[in-house]
């Protein structure tokens, strides 16, 4: 399935996320270069969540430029597979190849 199709299908969870899935499908419907960062106004990007098996802990990095803590991710770079990216993303910046999914839906 597509990135379109994934955020026509996903269910909002509050008002906020109903805003930002409008404003999505608006930009992936105006622009076409949303998966790039050559489109300055609007860019796609992966993250995820790492969780210790028994979800108690989060691992969380040092953000440089924000000089903040932070979970994982990273740009798009042109590829529409943000799960891909988002696992891509959590082995580069900490090594970590063994992942499970807990979910595999944005």
């Keep these: ?4 199709e994934q955020i026509e299908n996903y269910i909002p969870y ?4 109903v805003s930002d899935k409008e404003l999505m499908l608006e930009y992936i419907n105006t ?7 050559e489109n300055k106004m609007c860019h796609f990007t992966a993250s995820n ?3 210790n098996k028994n979800r108690t ?6 953000h440089n430029i924000y ?4 979970w994982t991710g ?5 590829d529409s597979d943000l799960l891909h990216i988002a696992l891509k993303e959590a082995q580069e910046k900490i090594g970590l190849s ?7 839906g944005i």
């Design 98 to 104: 063994n992942l499970k999914l807990l979910s595999d």
């Design 49 to 51: 969540w790492i969780v």
């Design 31 to 37: 622009f076409n270069d949303v998966l790039t960062r």
């Design 14 to 17: 509050n008002e906020q996320e």
């Design 67 to 70: 000089k903040s803590w932070a």
């Design 1 to 4: 399935m597509g990135l379109k």
């Design 74 to 78: 990273g740009h798009a770079d042109g």
């Design 57 to 62: 802990k989060v691992l969380m990095i040092y």
